[in-house]
């Protein structure tokens, strides 16, 4: 049995990397704030167990929490425990003085301090447990490419590839960790961001959806579920 917590499964790339991890055998804890009830259908389809954690990374105080009630039901016969860090948020777009203090809290805490509390928490809590640890970081481009208007999504996904690069050196007994870029997807987030008035790269993203230069959520899925299962 290998088990597997993926956050923000409700829709884009999440959810197909979920839906693609729906096999007897897995132990599947999907985390998002929103449920997304036809992978509870798919699963309970396949004897494979999944459970909706609803759940707003948001809440940083809260994540240690989180992760032990997830603990507790996983048994210690378990193989792996894979984190797939994949929830974030594009938001707030717009240059410096267009967003609110609490709007830059909001973001760095979606998309850099949960997945370092995550991280954190499943190494800590596991320590005893005789089992491979794998958790995979969904990096970005932005990670590399400044861009205007994009700065909190930029700072974060670059502060979490360090974070990743500076845990790989570390000493855990059992641990694999690693980040993937999944390039630009047609999904909600880019949906977004395309459609954000005054974004300078906006128009890119919208030349790249018209010569079809997306890629789709299952293709990326796909890439990252086989490399998670050869971990
Ligand atoms: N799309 C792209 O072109 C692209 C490119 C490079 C990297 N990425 C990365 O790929 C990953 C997936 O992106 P996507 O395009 O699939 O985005 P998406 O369509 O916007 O989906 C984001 C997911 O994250 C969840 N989420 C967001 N905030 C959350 C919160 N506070 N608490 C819990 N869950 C939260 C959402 O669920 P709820 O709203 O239900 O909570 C949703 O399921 C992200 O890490 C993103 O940075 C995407």
Do not use: W
């Not at 829709?11 to 197909?16: P, S, T, W």
């Not at 897995?26 to 009830?37: E, K, M, P, Q, T």
């Not at 048994?75 to 240059?95: C, F, H, K, R």
């Amino acid at each position: 049995m290998r088990a597997f917590i993926i956050t923000g499964t409700s829709r884009g790339l999440g959810y197909e990397i979920c839906k693609q991890l729906i096999k007897r055998n897995h132990l599947i804890f999907s985390v998002a704030r929103n449920n997304n009830d036809s992978l509870i259908e798919l699963a309970a389809q396949n004897d494979c167990k999944l459970h909706f954690v609803k759940y707003d990374l948001q809440n940083i105080d809260g994540i240690s929490e989180l992760i032990r009630g997830i603990m507790k039901r996983v048994n210690e016969e378990v193989e792996s425990i894979t984190l797939i860090n994949n929830a974030a948020q594009v938001t707030p777009l717009g240059n410096i003085d267009n967003y609110r203090p609490e709007e830059a809290v909001k973001s760095i805490q979606t998309n850099l301090l949960a997945p370092i509390l995550l991280t954190q928490s499943l190494i800590n809590q596991t320590a005893e447990r005789n089992v491979h640890r794998i958790i995979v970081n969904v990096s970005s481009g932005s990670a590399k490419d400044a861009t205007a208007g994009m700065s909190l999504y930029c700072a974060s996904k670059a502060a979490l590839n360090m974070f990743t690069s500076c845990i790989q050196l570390e000493d855990h007994k059992s641990l694999t960790i690693y980040k993937v870029d999944p390039g630009m997807v047609d999904t909600t987030m880019q949906e977004l961001a395309r459609n954000q008035e005054g974004l300078s790269i906006a128009a890119f993203f919208k030349e790249a959806k018209e010569k079809g230069a997306l890629k789709s959520a299952e293709d990326v899925a796909k890439k990252i579920v086989r490399r998670v299962l050869a971990s």
